[in-house]
């Protein structure tokens, strides 16, 4: 009978959140070449392109035993941020994964179209996120190196730091599930409604290739491919 009880009680649960609508009060989104998400999605928009020699010598890195991919999505610079807006200085601003700063600068253009999200008093954050290369770059840069660099480059700052700076006092959580890390990320955001964990959620993903450590994993595994076109549903 107890476990009939506990069962009747998960279901009315379960049913309960299917019948609960979320509503989603703002949408930013970024895409490489100065697209918007309507071009890229509904307009199937190309955004690939060879490595931009900002990111790094992608000569240089071809001849690399195992590397034969030279394409990709890559956005024309990512090192451009107003640090001043986020209360650091410039040399702070340096030192932070620029995954870290673009979230940043996404959530303030999302809660300034929507300023009554900050109102709430439990407001969760995920973040999906799966690839770290920042912490390469500055190790191959040791001058760049500061006290700053430990947050900076942490995967659990990619939400910490949303939660800190916009003082979101809810979950903050950095989700990497690979490829869906930001869809996981969505879920999770408004399954915390749901449950009445959070009365908001701030709900996001970032992915920069900055340099061309995990292009050249993935190479090995002959995952990419050497047209810089996916050939799947073919």
């Known amino acids: 009978h107890r476990r009939q009880a506990e069962q009747m009680r998960t279901t009315r649960t379960k049913t309960g959140l299917q019948n609960r609508v979320v509503g989603i009060v703002s949408v930013q989104s970024s895409y490489p070449r100065a697209r918007k998400f309507d071009d890229v999605v509904i307009g199937a928009a190309d955004v690939q392109r060879t490595v931009p020699l900002g990111r790094w010598d992608v000569e240089a890195s071809y001849s690399i035993d195992g590397m034969y991919a ?9 090192t451009i941020f107003d640090a001043s807006l986020f ?4 040399a702070q ?9 673009m979230l940043l600068e996404g959530a303030f253009e999302v809660l300034h179209q929507a300023p009554a999200v900050m109102a ?3 407001v969760a954050v995920a973040v999906g996120c799966m690839n770290f ?11 760049e190196i500061s006290s700053t660099s430990a947050t900076g480059t942490s995967a659990n700052f990619m939400a910490g730091r949303l939660s800190y700076h916009y003082a979101l006092n809810g979950a903050s959580l950095a989700i990497d599930t690979a490829c869906s890390s930001s ?3 969505a879920h999770i955001g408004r399954t915390a409604i749901l449950r009445g964990d959070s009365n908001a959620s701030l709900a996001g993903g970032i992915n ?5 450590v995990t292009m050249l994993a993935v190479c ?3 995952a990419l491919s050497p047209e810089g076109r996916c050939r799947t549903f073919d």
């Not at 209360?87 to 410039?90: F, L, R, V």
């Not at 290369?133 to 001058?143: A, G, M, T």
Request: aromatic content about 8%; proline content about 4%; hydrophobic content about 40%.
């Open 208 to 212: 920069l290739m900055l340099s061309p």
């Open 93 to 101: 601003g340096a030192c932070i994964d620029p995954q870290q700063r």
């Open 183 to 185: 869809l996981v990320g």
């Open 70 to 78: 030279r394409f990709g999505a890559f956005f024309d610079d990512v």
């Open 87 to 90: 209360k650091m200085s410039d």
């Open 133 to 143: 290369e920042f912490s390469q770059v500055l190790s191959d840069s040791s001058d």
């Open 220 to 222: 090995k595994l002959l």
């Open 120 to 122: 709430h008093d439990s």
